[in-house]
């Protein structure tokens, strides 16, 4: 197999992910889950997606598609496809599934996946994470992690309107 196949291979749908739930969960694998947009990848987005592959066995992150960013960004976003942002991510040696979603929150989808460990950035409080509830119901766990300081997609979306061509 490719390297690029095996990258495909880590991006799935999420009707198809209750085969791997329950493979992980045979092999008692602890399961990380967070989620986002990751429109145009920086060093942020790893710091913060290795912290959280360090949390569990697998690493799960649920990726808004495209409809899903404009409706939450505005119409100019997301910069990158929703392939695109798929591939950068699935091509991290620490994540082990990209799945997609449409709807504004990934409430769902962490429905569906019932993670053992669920992630956002400290800008966020625990409780008000979506998925909040689900998590802890089931004796999980909701962790913040600290985000670098100076990298943001907005930010850096920013800094390049201002390069004069």
């Not at 040696?93 to 053992?116: A, C, G, H, N, S």
């Not at 913040?144 to 004069?164: F, M, N, P």
């Amino acid at each position: 197999m490719s390297k690029t196949e095996f990258i495909k291979r880590k991006i799935i749908a999420a009707n198809k992910i209750d085969s791997l739930l329950v493979l992980w969960r045979f092999k008692e694998k602890k399961v990380v889950f967070t989620n986002g947009c990751f429109d145009l990848l920086h060093l942020g987005h790893i710091d913060y997606l290795s912290k959280a592959a360090d949390l569990g066995d697998v690493l799960l992150i649920g990726l808004n598609t495209d409809a899903s960013v404009s409706r939450i960004k505005g119409p100019q976003r997301p910069i990158l496809d929703e392939n695109a942002r798929a591939m950068m991510l699935a091509s991290l040696q620490f994540v082990d599934t990209v799945v997609l979603f449409d709807e504004d929150t990934p409430y769902e989808l962490i429905k569906r996946v019932q993670p053992d460990v669920l992630v956002k950035g400290k800008d966020y409080k625990a409780e008000d994470v979506v998925g909040y509830d689900i998590v802890m119901d089931k004796g999980g766990s909701v962790e913040t992690i600290d985000l670098v300081e100076g990298y943001s997609t907005s930010a850096l979306i920013e800094k390049l309107r201002q390069v004069k061509p």
